[in-house]
């Protein structure tokens, strides 16, 4: 897919799928970026990069030079519809101990590319409304706030809220 600074962005193959798990996991157990609660295995998230390829959905990652994976991006369906085909949700997701480095940065920014050369017309992003650091970002690379909705989740005994943000691509396809 590219470089940015000394880490590669390319796509997920399937040996990445220890890595993605382990990253993934530590966000379930211990933050509210990822609302979900049950763990994956390495043959759930195997089937996870399959099932997003097949489906025509990128799943990336940020190779650092020692071969070790930061981080990941993909998205995937917003909403059931047909009417919703031009739109995706998109989660971006970075190991813990490479936060605040620009792999983030660096994975959205390829995730929008990839999505800038497809018929896509909205990119959502769903974001934890105390996810400061998460919104900021989003807002840099052009991300437009729509709202908020409160106490749509629970996660750690508490009720959360969702933060909106959407960007919408130059140049994307006319609605069909």
């Given at each position: 897919?590219?470089?940015f600074?000394?880490?590669?962005?390319?796509p997920a193959?399937?040996?990445?799928?220890?890595t993605?798990t382990?990253?993934?996991?530590?966000?379930?157990n211990?933050?509210?970026?990822?609302?979900?609660?049950?763990?994956?295995?390495?043959?759930?998230r195997?089937?996870?990069?399959k099932?997003?390829?097949?489906?025509g959905f990128p799943?990336?990652?940020?190779?650092?030079?020692d071969g070790?994976v930061?981080?990941?991006?993909?998205?995937?369906?917003?909403r059931d519809?047909d009417?919703?085909?031009h739109?995706?949700?998109?989660?971006?997701?970075?190991?813990?101990?490479?936060?605040?480095?620009?792999?983030?940065k660096?994975l959205?920014?390829?995730?929008i590319?990839?999505?800038?050369?497809t018929?896509?017309?909205?990119l959502?992003?769903?974001i934890?409304?105390?996810?400061?650091?998460?919104?900021?970002?989003?807002?840099?690379?052009g991300f437009?706030q729509?709202?908020?909705?409160?106490?749509?989740?629970?996660?750690?005994g508490?009720?959360?809220?969702?933060?909106?943000m959407?960007?919408?691509?130059?140049?994307?396809g006319?609605?069909s």
């Amino acid at each position: 897919m590219g470089e940015f600074g000394k880490m590669k962005i390319r796509p997920a193959i399937a040996a990445d799928a220890p890595t993605i798990t382990v990253i993934y996991n530590d966000l379930v157990n211990t933050s509210t970026a990822v609302w979900k609660t049950k763990l994956y295995t390495i043959e759930d998230r195997t089937a996870w990069i399959k099932a997003r390829n097949d489906n025509g959905f990128p799943v990336l990652v940020a190779e650092l030079p020692d071969g070790h994976v930061a981080g990941f991006a993909t998205y995937g369906p917003w909403r059931d519809g047909d009417g919703y085909c031009h739109t995706v949700e998109h989660s971006v997701h970075v190991a813990s101990d490479c936060r605040g480095q620009g792999i983030g940065k660096a994975l959205l920014a390829a995730l929008i590319d990839y999505a800038k050369g497809t018929d896509l017309h909205v990119l959502i992003a769903g974001i934890e409304a105390e996810n400061h650091a998460s919104i900021s970002l989003h807002a840099k690379l052009g991300f437009t706030q729509c709202g908020t909705m409160h106490e749509v989740g629970t996660k750690f005994g508490r009720w959360l809220d969702l933060t909106i943000m959407q960007l919408t691509l130059p140049g994307a396809g006319t609605a069909s």
